[in-house]
């Protein structure tokens, strides 16, 4: 998955020599113009609220090397908020404040009351785990999109292209950061499940034959 950075970055030198050069042959640059701030805003919005969970996150998370790694990532969006805003500025836009709602998973209902209440703290940890790799992957999926657009586009667009791409890099980083340790997060968290599981069915939690009459 880190290659993928690099190959958008080969193509796009692959395509700033032989791209139609569409900005300047569209009838109304301006509108093109609002279009392309209004994605970045989406990108914006986006970094926004992956700040703020995160900022929630660190509070939960019971891992120290996790904590110490999305407080590298918190920085790190400061950084992909500043270039979102510069190149949104630059278009003549107003960088939003606004937060996007997050690409998380909806359970059905009876099936979140279930979880609710039978998940334990452990594995409630590993799902929002899971949760940090699908935001992960939303935000290189806006990014990967956002860039083959500019690409797409090409002209004076182009210059987002290093900015994007260098937001992509830390996403995909991160990603990979959560993947990588996910087997150790596991080790650490599962023997407290293994532990819970058993005491939920424990002979002694378990019916009497007198009382499953
Ligand atoms: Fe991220």
């Known amino acids: 998955m880190g290659e993928i950075v690099d190959k958008v970055k080969d193509k796009v030198n692959e395509v700033k020599d032989v791209v139609v050069d569409t900005a ?86 009876t099936m979140a009351e279930v979880m609710k209440n039978t998940l334990t703290k452990q594995e409630w940890e590993l799902k929002r785990s899971e949760e940090d790799l699908i935001l992960e992957n939303a935000e290189i999926s806006c990014y990967f999109m956002l860039i083959q657009k500019v690409q797409m586009v090409g002209g004076m667009f182009l210059v987002a292209v290093e900015p994007l791409s260098l937001n992509m890099k830390d996403e995909q980083n991160m990603a990979d950061w959560i993947r990588t340790h996910s087997p150790g997060m596991m080790a650490q968290l599962w023997p407290k499940i293994l532990s819970a599981v058993a005491t939920a069915s424990s002979p002694t939690s378990s019916p009497t034959p007198t009382q499953s009459q």
């Open 24 to 109: 300047k042959s569209l009838p109304n640059i301006d509108i093109l113009t609002k279009k392309f701030a209004l994605e970045l805003n989406g990108a914006l919005a986006m970094e926004n609220a992956g700040i703020e969970r995160l900022q929630t996150r660190i509070q939960e998370v019971s891992i120290p090397e996790a904590k110490q790694r999305m407080q590298q990532h918190i920085e790190e969006g400061l950084a992909h908020q500043k270039r979102l805003q510069q190149l949104i500025s630059g278009l003549g836009g107003e960088p939003t404040l606004d937060k996007l709602g997050l690409p998380l998973p909806l359970y059905p209902q």
